[in-house]
């Protein structure tokens, strides 16, 4: 019997081209295509993939952050992981994403670094324990159907509140949603897909206002806060995702974030800064 | 009458030695010295001011993260600037701080990344407005003493609540601080101390467990909600500053700050993820 591979490892598959120069050769995702490109969230778990798969990596991940500098395009793409300073229990990475550009030259649209640690075990707690909402089953799967963009429903997304509006009348409104998630395929959590879902939010701007104003992420950055068994006690469960606008000014808002375990384990935390317009 | 250089302007002097290549030529500030080096708030203004001379800069600052791969020891520094992507209205930055090692080669101490961007006005708003506190006049100046290390004297800090525990008594307690803060010796805020300021809270670690084990900043990320006229409005007053942990597991723990004007506008959200022992 052989195991299919799941589709988001499809979308992340990376040969290791060049070692020596840290180049890796991958394609950019049309199962996971957004509007304009593939879904932030597996362009920011192919950086991190890079790290992961470089022969030269200490530890597992502790941040990671993307800048989103240009769209990328269907086909082939590479990734720079490139370990800039290894300490004793520490290591820090700089990425980039590049694609051919019109003229055949390499152009990078993504620029990211990332910091990689050994973790010994200490003194652990929490201070942002995870809202009191009803369980997964009690919750309705979201169904945006036909007109959905291609990765949305790889995702299994049940809204507890904070859903996009069912009518962009302009009413103002709080910019907090909360919502279970999971990949709509079961796959066990991982790195990857916890950095992918740190972006699954729409932009809090729509909900705020009530409108649909174009909208992208800018720069993502996320903190991880597992290690393997975390990562193993999650499983393929759900996480329960909050994410809320702090500030929305000239044209970028910033949003927080943090995924929870089914479990109650803050497992990540994460924020961005996004593009508005009007 | 000549107007004296701000000690912090002194912390940030930057000769642009190659334009051609993004090198800008500083010192460790010893003003601003922490345990084992520059108060990290001042090297990430550092990289922060070398975009901002570089004079292909496009806009004001959006997000900016910094990485601390090592300790950045007393003397010379070259920083690194390079405006990795320029559209039509943002621009990407990558950064070093590097200094020459043991053995006379640049090694590279910080990695970081900025966007720049031309904003437009749009429809603006909140969704995390000020805390309720009393005003500066009204709460008591924080004076650590002779004791305290370098760069503390250099701001004017007055605790609201969370200030450093007067006793170390193992007691486990919210990690949220706020206080009122600005520059000891006044001057005019700017993106530049806007970066700093948001590294100005002490370890959370210290404030949750009641108990003084090492720790330091491994990855810093702000975010600007500001234009000219907003740091104009702020000019010398001060900034309210409220720091919170999340989420601290083996050997890591993240702090979400926000910065206020006196006047109460959300200048910078910011997020880090601080290395800790036991």
């Known amino acids: 019997m052989t195991q299919e591979v799941h589709i988001f490892d499809r979308a992340l598959a990376l ?34 993939r890079a790290v992961l798969q470089h022969p030269d990596l200490l530890g597992t991940p502790i941040a990671l ?30 990425m980039e994403v590049r694609q051919s550009g019109e003229d055949g030259r390499m152009q990078v649209n993504t620029t ?58 302009g009413a103002e409104a709080p910019s907090e949603s909360m919502l279970w998630l999971r990949d709509a395929q079961p796959r066990a959590l991982d790195f990857c897909s916890l950095a992918a879902m740190s972006d699954l939010f729409y932009p809090r701007v729509w909900l705020r206002r009530a409108k649909p104003v174009p909208a992208g992420t800018v720069s993502i950055t996320t903190y991880f806060h597992a290690d393997a068994a975390q990562l193993q006690e999650a499983g393929t469960g759900y996480l329960l995702g909050r994410a809320q606008g702090q500030q929305f000014f000239n044209g970028f808002f910033d949003q927080a974030a943090q995924l929870w375990s089914e479990a109650g384990r803050l497992l990540a935390t994460s924020n961005q800064i996004v593009y508005f317009k009007e």
Chains 1, 2 share one sequence.
């Open 15 to 48: 040969e290791h081209s060049d070692t020596q120069s840290g180049l890796f050769a991958g394609a950019a995702s049309q199962d996971y295509w957004n509007m304009v490109g593939p879904f932030g969230g597996t362009t920011a778990a192919l950086a991190l």
């Open 65 to 94: 952050t993307v800048n989103y500098a240009s769209a990328i395009g269907p086909g082939p793409l590479e990734v720079l992981a490139i370990p800039v300073r290894t300490n004793r229990s520490t290591q820090h990475w700089r």
């Open 112 to 169: 990211a670094t990332a910091v990689t640690a050994a973790r010994r075990e200490t003194w652990s707690g929490h201070d942002l324990p995870m809202p009191q909402v009803p369980p997964p089953a009690q919750v309705e799967r979201f169904d945006m159907g036909p007109k959905g963009v291609a990765w949305f429903n790889k995702y299994e997304m049940r809204p507890v509140r904070g859903a996009i509006p069912a009518s962009w009348d």
